[in-house]
């Protein structure tokens, strides 16, 4: 794993993205960014309370996928397409360049 994130944990890593995706306070009841580990890595999330106002889970967008690349040794970034399938971004060397990446969107892929 690169250097950034060898010697955190999964859950060190989770609070890293989250912290970085942090929303003002003053919006912390209406969206979060969540992050969640997934196989190779980490997505990004969107949430939501219900549409409605009705109680119960938020709903969840994915805004990006982040997998590490073993045999490269680089970090592949994803982004969800409107066909709710991942689409390939870019690859980096650090994890820094990849959470900076999602957080320039560039190309307005990934915060719309």
């Known amino acids: 794993m690169p250097k950034i994130t060898k010697n955190l944990s999964p859950e060190e890593i989770i609070q890293k993205i989250e912290e970085i995706f942090r929303v003002p306070e003053r919006v912390a009841d209406q969206i979060k960014n969540v992050a969640e580990k997934v196989k190779g890595g980490y997505v990004l ?5 219900l549409w409605d106002g009705t109680p119960g889970p938020w709903t969840k967008i994915e805004v990006a996928k982040m997998v590490f690349h073993k045999p490269s040794q680089k970090w592949k970034l994803y982004w969800m397409r ?3 399938k991942w689409e390939f971004y870019g690859q980096y ?6 959470l900076k990446t999602i957080d320039e969107d560039e190309h307005a892929c990934f915060w719309g």
């Open 45 to 49: 999330f969107e949430t939501r309370p």
């Open 82 to 84: 409107g066909t709710r």
């Open 93 to 98: 060397k650090t994890f820094d360049k990849v």
